[in-house]
C-alpha cells in the first residue's frame, strides 16, 4: 500500500503558466482534499471530494480548479500561475463512514512544493 | 478571531518533560477534535482524535477536551527529542464536516 501519492515533489512556474499537480490514493477512500500550507497560517483546504463526482470549494478556491477522475484520483490544476501561489501544497483522503462525514482520519500525501516566480 | 487558535511557540521544554500544548475554538457545535504532528518538511500525521469530554490516553500522548471552555489540549509525557516537531490541532467546523486547522505550534525537545 502507497497510501497518498502526489506528483510533482517540487515544480517552480513563472507567472501565468498553467499546471496540473496530481492526487491518488489506493485505500479505497470515499473523500478527497486538496490542501496549501504557507508559513504561520496552518492547512488551508482549497478544494474537496466528499465522493466520487462530486467536488465542493473549501476556504481558498480562488484561482484554482479540481477533477475527481474516479475514485483513485483528484487532481488540482492551476490556470495562471500566481506568486500567491506558492506553496506546499497537500492532498489527503478519507474513508467517510456512513453519517458521519469527516470524523475519519485524514491520511496525507507527501505534499508539492510550488514555486512561482 | 480565528476559528481555531494555537500559540506558534516555540515551545521548548526539557527531555523527560511534560510538553502541553493547547488549543481553542470558535465554533460551539463542533464536534470532533484531532490533533496531528508534523515534522519539518514532511506531511501531518494523526496522532490523536477525541470526540468526548474529559482525557483520552494514548501511551505518552494524552488528548483533553472541555467543549464548555472550548479548549483542547496535547499532553505528551516523557518527552522525548524525537517529539521536536509542529502540532495542529484540527477541528470539525460546522461547514459540511470540513477539518479546519490551526496554525500550529512548534515543540523542540532539548536533550
Known amino acids: 500500500n502507497a497510501g497518498v501519492t502526489q ?23 470515499n473523500s478527497m482534499y486538496w490542501y496549501r500550507q504557507d508559513p504561520g497560517m496552518g492547512l488551508r483546504l482549497i478544494y474537496y471530494s466528499a465522493s466520487e ?4 470549494k473549501g476556504e481558498v478556491p480562488n484561482g484554482y480548479n479540481v477533477s475527481r477522475l474516479n475514485k483513485r484520483e483528484f487532481s488540482l490544476r492551476l ?19 456512513s453519517g458521519r462525514f469527516g470524523t475519519d482520519t485524514q491520511y496525507f500525501g507527501p505534499g508539492t512544493r510550488l514555486t512561482v516566480l | 478571531q480565528k476559528e481555531v487558535e ?10 523527560g518533560a511534560i ?15 484531532f490533533w496531528y504532528r508534523q515534522y519539518s518538511g514532511k506531511s501531518p500525521e494523526l496522532i490523536m482524535s477525541i470526540y ?25 509525557r516523557d518527552s522525548q527529542p524525537s517529539d521536536s516537531a509542529t502540532y495542529l490541532c484540527a477541528v470539525i467546523g460546522n461547514q459540511g464536516g ?5 496554525q500550529g505550534t512548534e515543540l523542540s525537545v532539548k536533550p
Open chain 2, 98 to 102: 470540513k477539518l479546519i486547522f490551526g
Open chain 2, 19 to 33: 510538553a502541553s500544548l493547547n488549543c481553542t475554538y470558535s465554533d460551539r457545535v463542533s464536534q470532533s477534535f
Open chain 2, 6 to 15: 494555537q500559540n506558534s511557540g516555540p515551545l521548548s521544554v526539557p527531555e
Open chain 2, 52 to 76: 468526548s469530554n474529559g482525557d483520552k490516553e494514548d501511551g505518552r500522548f494524552t488528548a483533553q477536551l472541555n467543549k464548555a471552555s472550548q479548549y483542547v489540549s496535547l499532553l505528551i
Open chain 1, 79 to 97: 490556470e495562471s500561475a500566481a506568486p500567491s501561489q506558492t506553496s506546499v501544497y497537500f492532498c489527503a483522503s478519507s474513508e467517510v463512514r
Open chain 1, 53 to 56: 463526482g462530486t467536488t465542493d
Open chain 1, 7 to 29: 506528483t510533482p515533489k517540487f515544480q517552480v512556474l513563472k507567472t501565468g503558466q498553467s499546471m496540473t499537480l496530481q492526487c491518488a490514493q489506493d485505500m479505497n477512500h
